[in-house]
């Protein structure tokens, strides 16, 4: 072990070297990618110096999503103490089912998700779970919801026409989740939003009119604290007393924009937090906690229990059910992904998650200033959003980035809304500061110049 260390200390001090020196990795194209990389698995095993080699060439050909150059996806950089606290996880190896097998570690979870529901205003009967990622925590939003409004969905089966009301631009996961829990895509209803990309309260309510004429069973609205692509936040406010007339269960998706309740100054943007039944966050996005680290809270625990238990003898064999992970979870067998955000949190406290957090909005306005102060700039964002979506010179914006991507430049990534397509800078990356803001539009510029794009 002590030699794997050795070696791993090697090979984490070149990637840090290759950040700065190649921040975006050239990348092998798909058709020639095992003939590039040796990534067979043979009979007899590897020698050392090779095995190095060929994780020397991954790593120089593997998307640097820490660099100053990566803008692609809703996660980026890299927060020195959470990363401290997963290679820790990594080598304890807990599972977090049960108290006997991770001991501290379950106490570790719980702190992190009972400070969660202080600050969001849950009394003292919510509680949550870790979740294998943001779209599993739509799920398990969904299931809960599906059972508390028919209990017998459990043992019968769904056996009525049962809805979802989600914004036609929330998370694909929606539609997948209907999919998966039995409900049925044709079951989910698109809710119009308006120019900023905020769900249309008005239109709720109407769709949901229309489906109690129709005999149908309305059960859910998933609302979002940042919008996949604008970066919008729904209005709680307006869609709470909606939900609360019709009895159907609020869930507010925060897992790109969610940790805006760190912020003093953002957490407006999720006013109403308190009176809906779920919440979920990555801390993984913008509080650059290492993937994976979803979490979902809810405001009456029983609702977790009562989806998620299941008795095991040979499993739940000390400790009660507040310790005993697994009965409310949706996985068994979990790793421990608490203890990266809980060395970040430790390490920084509760000021330093709103400082990171308020960093993230001062950088995206910054992007946008410069965007309105250069006329060969388009802007399609809006304020409060750290989606700063434009176009340049009128670039079709998904050959740009492509070529982008391509040629190693930048890695960004485009969106549409309105039937108009754009490119979507996303300031989430933790590791940038407005100077590579500065140098990702001059890099850019550079590059539609150099290759005559315009």
Same mark, same amino acid.
């Given at each position: ?37 040796? $990534?067979? %698995? #043979? ?12 994780? $020397? ?7 640097? !999503?820490?660099?100053?150059? /990566? ?16 290679? =820790? ?23 992190? %998700?009972?400070?969660? +529901? ?20 739509? /799920? ?27 914004? *036609? ?40 009119? *229309? ?31 909606? +939900? ?5 269960? %609020? ?17 407006? $943007? ?5 009176? !809906? ?45 507040? /310790? ?7 996985? +068994? ?5 608490? =203890? ?20 993230? &909005? *001062? ?14 700039? !388009?802007?399609?964002? &809006? ?17 740009? +980035? ?47 110049? !150099?290759? #005559?794009?315009?």
């Amino acid at each position: 072990m002590n030699k794997d260390l050795k070696l791993f200390n090697e090979l984490a001090e070149i990637l840090l070297k290759e950040e700065k020196q190649q921040p975006v990795a050239k990348p092998i194209d798909t058709d020639k990618l095992y003939k590039t990389l040796d $990534l067979s %698995l #043979n009979e007899h095993p590897s020698l050392d110096e090779d095995l190095k080699k060929t994780l $020397l060439e991954i790593i120089k050909s593997t998307p640097k !999503t820490a660099s100053t150059s /990566f803008f692609n996806q809703l996660f980026g950089g890299r927060m020195s103490k959470a990363t401290l606290g997963d290679l =820790l996880a990594v080598m304890l190896n807990n599972s977090m089912y049960t108290y006997k097998v991770a001991g501290p570690q379950v106490g570790i979870e719980k702190t992190i %998700l009972h400070n969660i +529901c202080d600050i969001i205003g849950y009394d003292k009967y919510s509680d949550g779970t870790f979740a294998p990622g943001g779209s599993m925590s739509n /799920f398990m939003a969904m299931v809960m919801a599906r059972d508390k409004h028919n209990s017998t969905v459990r043992t019968a089966g769904v056996n009525s026409k049962m809805i979802v009301y989600t914004s *036609e631009v929330s998370h694909y996961s929606i539609n997948k989740n209907a999919a998966l829990m039995g409900i049925g895509r044709d079951q989910v209803r698109q809710v119009k939003v308006n120019a900023e990309g905020q769900m249309l309260a008005s239109d709720l309510e109407l769709k949901i009119k *229309e489906d109690l004429a129709n005999n149908n069973q309305p059960f859910f609205v998933n609302a979002t604290a940042g919008t996949t692509v604008l970066g919008a936040f729904d209005n709680v406010e307006e869609i709470s007393p909606i +939900c609360n007339t019709y009895n159907l269960w %609020l869930h507010l998706d925060g897992a790109y924009g969610g940790s805006v309740i760190f912020s003093k100054k953002y957490k407006h $943007l999720v006013s109403g937090i308190e009176k !809906t039944d779920s919440f979920s966050i990555n801390a993984h996005k913008m509080l650059g906690t290492p993937l994976s680290c979803s979490i979902i809270v809810v405001q009456d625990k029983k609702y977790l229990n009562q989806s998620f238990s299941n008795d095991a003898e040979y499993l739940y064999q000390t400790d009660g059910d507040d /310790f005993n992970l697994g009965k409310t979870s949706l996985q +068994c067998g979990r790793r421990n992904d608490a =203890l990266k955000f809980w060395t970040l949190w430790k390490s920084v406290g509760t000021t330093g998650l709103e400082k990171i957090v308020d960093k993230q &909005f *001062e950088i995206a306005d910054y992007a946008r200033d410069y965007i309105k102060a250069h006329p060969d700039y !388009t802007l399609y964002s &809006f304020e409060d959003s750290i989606s700063v979506c434009f176009n340049y010179k009128a670039i079709d914006a998904k050959t740009l +980035c492509t070529k982008l991507y391509e040629s190693a430049e930048l890695m960004v990534g485009y969106g549409s809304f309105n039937d108009t397509d754009f490119i979507r800078l996303v300031t989430i990356n933790s590791s940038i500061d407005k100077n590579d803001i500065s140098n990702f539009f001059k890099s850019l510029e550079t590059f539609v110049k !150099t290759k #005559n794009l315009a």
